[in-house]
């Protein structure tokens, strides 16, 4: 089986999954993610939401819709383009409820994070991504390790793939109040640009030596390993 075909057989099991269920970590099961084989960017969030729960579709509620904005910024065409070069999971794929309160969502609890991780590792070994952009701290401490939002944004990590931290683009986050951190999700926003463009650039150029493929970049290898923060 090739790697595009062992994906989309992956991406059936995984939306099959229900373990969490029977394990009675939540009452229901909807596994939510997309992707196409070939996305040269691959975006690790935390967990779908409510609207997401319904949609089926990965942040495409209010959070969804800031961070479509961000990948405008950041020099995506459109939220149609950055959609289409990324594939979109999350540690947890499943909606984890809402709290007590009702003010929010639950954290995804770590049983179902470690349920989870399987379906990440093998998308990840299968699409091989050029860059990851981990949105929101679990993501971010899951690749390079715990550390403050503040010392992770704005800088890039890694190299095959590169790593761009985010913040949640929801709304209940208060970090990007602070005018600094708007310019360390700007100076993020840049640096994501400037990979589309290098991205672009080398599948233009490779367009043009074979002939006309439009088969996307490829790495050699991609990790899943924590990493050591540089910042
Ligand atoms: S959260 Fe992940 S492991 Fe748990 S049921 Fe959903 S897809 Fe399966």
Redesign the pocket.
């Known amino acids: 089986m090739g790697g595009r075909e062992e994906l989309l057989f992956l991406q059936a099991a995984?939306r099959a999954?229900?373990?969490?269920?029977d394990q009675a970590?939540?009452p229901e099961?909807?596994?939510t993610f997309e992707g196409r084989w070939g996305a040269p960017f691959f975006l690790v969030g935390q967990?779908p939401g409510p609207v997401e729960r319904v949609s089926r579709r990965p942040f495409s509620g209010r959070a969804g819709k800031e961070l479509d904005r961000w990948m405008v910024r950041a020099g995506f065409e459109n939220a149609e383009e950055f959609r289409r070069l990324t594939y979109i999971a999350a540690l947890?794929?499943?909606f984890p409820g809402r709290n007590r309160a009702g003010s929010g969502d639950l954290k995804?609890p770590p049983p179902?994070i470690a349920?989870?991780a399987h379906?990440l590792e093998a998308e990840l070994r299968l699409t091989k991504p050029k860059v990851m952009i981990l949105v929101g701290q679990l993501a971010i401490a899951r690749f390079l390790g715990p550390g403050r939002l503040e010392d992770g944004v704005g800088h890039r990590f890694g190299d095959r793939p590169v790593m761009i931290p985010l913040p949640h683009p929801s709304g209940q986050s208060r970090w990007l109040n602070d005018p600094a951190n708007r310019e360390r999700l700007a100076a993020a926003l840049g640096l994501l640009g400037e990979l589309r463009m290098s991205l672009a650039r080398t599948t233009r150029s490779r367009s043009n030596s074979d002939g006309g493929s439009r088969q996307p970049p490829r790495v050699r290898r991609a990790t899943t390993t924590a990493m050591r923060r540089k910042a």
């Open positions: 995984c999954c229900h373990i969490c269920v970590i939540i099961a909807n596994p967990a947890m794929r499943c995804p179902a349920n989870c379906w």
